[in-house]
């Protein structure tokens, strides 16, 4: 198992496949050890091979065991047709076939961690996949309920109470319990994965102004301070969330915890443009990904932005070398 990655292929029809290729092509240039598996079909990666003229070694391998470093090693699903740009049945269901595999690879333990590409729900719509994200799907084959989707960078750490559920259904559920359950989540990652020893959390109000003492809204006070107030120190809020932001406080904390999507995202893609990491927290696997999605508008065109992979790939080194 030593020293290997996987990569899934993401949606073809987007730039997973391109910002895949193009970190295979810069990564074999730095004469580095580790093995890398790419879980594609062969046409897919041909395609951008050929595409961003890349003279890099690879082997298509039949097992896992096959694997060899100083080389990218493929793993392959069936060709299947390319609609660049677009998400289609087809699309969709390559992209989970390739999360299938990765899940098999971890599972049986021949592999240290995956970096997943970007995949389009609506594809997953279409192809009959019943999942809301990749995120959900690695917690359900792991059997895990206990985890926490985190987005990680060198300027901010951060972390969510819910995903990807409509607005109207975040206050329902909170609840103290979930909370209290997340941030523990938060800090036993930060302190394993991160090696971060005593942990400073920054927790975020869920209404405007924090509710102003129950006035605009009750779950500050019914909800999310009972929650800090179960941690006896390092645990701080609940903050005003546009004030926090605006003053740069989330410099003072290793980590911010939000109650939903974008309440986070939108500052954390901010400061971190094409720089930011998803990492799903608690699971007994290390799985990273691009904080950023499929990109349909510029797939195919060869100008897409590796760098967010390039990072969950280094994200997922430190942490499967902290895990050690």
């Avoid at 292929?9 to 290729?21: A, K, Y």
């Avoid at 995949?119 to 719509?125: N, T």
């Avoid at 390092?234 to 974008?262: C, I, Q, R, T, W």
Wanted: glycine share 6%; hydrophobic share 40%; net charge positive.
């Amino acid at each position: 198992m030593e020293n290997k990655f996987l990569f899934t292929c993401g949606d073809i029809n987007g730039i997973g496949p391109e910002i895949s290729v193009k970190l295979f092509d810069y990564y074999f240039g730095t004469k580095s050890k580790f093995h890398l598996i790419f879980i594609s079909p062969l046409n897919v990666f041909e395609l951008y091979y050929k595409k961003l003229k890349c003279n890099f070694s690879f082997d298509v391998v039949e097992k896992i065991t096959q694997t060899k470093p100083n080389q990218l090693n493929i793993v392959t699903l069936p060709d299947l047709k390319i609609e660049i740009g677009k998400p289609t049945k087809v699309s969709g269901k390559v992209a989970y076939q390739s999360l299938e595999q990765s899940i098999e690879i971890l599972k049986n333990k021949n592999a240290q961690a995956v970096i997943t590409a970007p995949v389009s729900k609506y594809a997953f719509e279409l192809a009959g996949i019943n999942y809301s994200g990749q995120t959900e799907i690695f917690a359900s084959h792991f059997n895990s309920k206990n985890y926490l989707m985190m987005f990680l960078s060198s300027k901010m750490i951060a972390a969510l109470a819910t995903i990807h559920i409509p607005i109207k259904e975040v206050s329902k559920n909170l609840t103290v319990d979930l909370l209290k359950n997340k941030i523990q989540i938060l800090i036993n990652t930060l302190k394993s994965d991160l090696k971060i020893s005593l942990p400073k959390i920054a927790v975020l109000g869920l209404n405007p102004h924090s509710g102003e003492n129950g006035k605009i809204g009750r779950e500050e006070v019914d909800k999310i301070i009972p929650a800090i107030k179960y941690f006896n120190k390092n645990v701080e809020g609940p903050f005003v969330p546009d004030a926090f932001f605006a003053n740069h406080l989330y410099k003072n904390f290793d980590a911010v915890f939000g109650m939903y999507h974008d309440q986070v995202l939108i500052p954390f893609k901010m400061i971190n443009f094409n720089k930011g990491v998803n990492f799903t927290a608690g699971l007994p696997i290390i799985r990273t990904s691009p904080d950023h999605g499929t990109a349909f508008d510029i797939a195919g065109k060869g100008i897409a932005d590796y760098t967010s992979i390039l990072a969950a790939f280094r994200y997922a080194k430190i942490i499967a070398l902290n895990r050690k």
